[in-house]
């Protein structure tokens, strides 16, 4: 993989701390999916993270790993996602706690496959905007001037729209497409079924599915035909 996500149009994710059943999993990894993302917001140890990857040995797609805490950087992933929450007045979720793992850890990192991954956080409810402290009720402008932020300024290479939880804003998500340049974007939240997943996969490059696997496994394994069927809009 010479490029983040690069040909990743449909991604699950996977929490370490939620229990998916052994067919459910193998359904998954039958499913089509371009990859495998693990992470979440909370709950998530040295020793579940392990057991899951464990569990996704046999993958026939690239597993990644969000990079939350640095006890999780464990050998294995195919690629290492370092969140940089943009919206968030915490400087210790954009660049601090990278730089204090990067003390201890930096000369161990992958390099050629650890990317950073600017995320703004939308929904105040969910459990990562309240881990982070993200002011999530941003208008179209000011998420657009975050997209900027990230693709023109920092440079990212991923800009992760999420919602978690909660279907979110399509105008919102289009305005920020439209504000990018280089940096790929990635839409992820309440998508229940093919439907959202096509709405969402007409504006995002890659659509994450997360939360929908734990509730409605078949309707979760119908989104990657409904997000490979979808041409995104200009």
Known sequence: ????????????????????????????????????????????????????????????????????????????????????????????????????????????????????????????????????GAEASLTELQAAAYARLADRLLRLPLLYVEYSGRFGDMALLRRVKRALSGARLVYGGGIDGPERAAEAARIATTVVVGNVLYVDPAAALATVAAVRETVPAD
């Open 1 to 132: 993989m010479t490029e983040p996500m690069e040909g990743w149009r449909h991604v699950f994710k996977l929490d370490p701390d939620r229990e998916l059943g052994r067919r459910e999993l193998d359904a998954v990894l039958g499913s089509g999916t371009d990859a495998i993302l693990v992470g979440g917001s909370s709950g998530l140890t040295y020793d579940n993270t392990a057991a899951l990857l464990e569990q996704l040995a046999s993958a026939p797609m690239p597993v990644a790993l969000e990079v939350t805490r640095p006890e999780l950087a464990m050998p294995g992933f195919d690629a290492y996602l370092v969140p940089i929450v943009l919206n968030t007045p915490d400087g210790g979720w954009i660049t601090g706690r990278q730089a204090r793992a990067l003390e201890e850890w930096g000369g161990l990192v992958p390099w050629d496959k650890t990317w950073a991954e600017g995320y703004l956080i939308l929904n105040p409810d969910c459990e990562a905007a309240k881990v982070s």
